[in-house]
């Protein structure tokens, strides 16, 4: 059974940065694209960035500069580097998992950003 567990949500003033981590386990990582995306406030899950099997990236243009995805095959994990935080970025961020026809989750983290 795959699960993906995401670390590193928090609180943070704008113009700041975090980190996301997400750990997969239960099956081989390293063929299928990982993502992120989130969810605001009475908004409708959004995507942010994925990348592909072979390390490469592709970002939503609200988070294009900003926003840094990054994979370690060896280590089932998956990174969002988030700098120059706006409040528009407050949400629960998701970790995906894309298998063909199988797609997974995980239980999120909240990113908040407020002074």
């Known amino acids: 059974q795959v699960q993906l567990v995401e670390s590193g949500g928090g609180l943070v003033h704008p113009g700041g940065s975090l980190r996301l981590s997400c750990a997969a386990s239960g099956r081989t990582f390293s063929s299928y694209r990982m993502g992120w995306f989130r969810q605001a406030p009475g908004k409708e899950r959004a995507f942010v960035a994925h990348i592909w099997s072979n390390g490469s990236p592709f970002y939503a243009d609200s988070v294009k500069g900003r926003f840094t995805i990054s994979r370690d095959n060896a280590n089932n994990t998956v990174s969002l580097q988030m700098n120059s935080l706006k409040p528009e970025d407050t949400a629960i961020y998701y970790c995906?998992?894309?298998?063909?026809?199988?797609?997974?989750w995980g239980q999120g983290t909240q990113v908040t950003v407020s002074s």
């Open positions: 995906n998992l894309n298998a063909g026809p199988y797609e997974y």
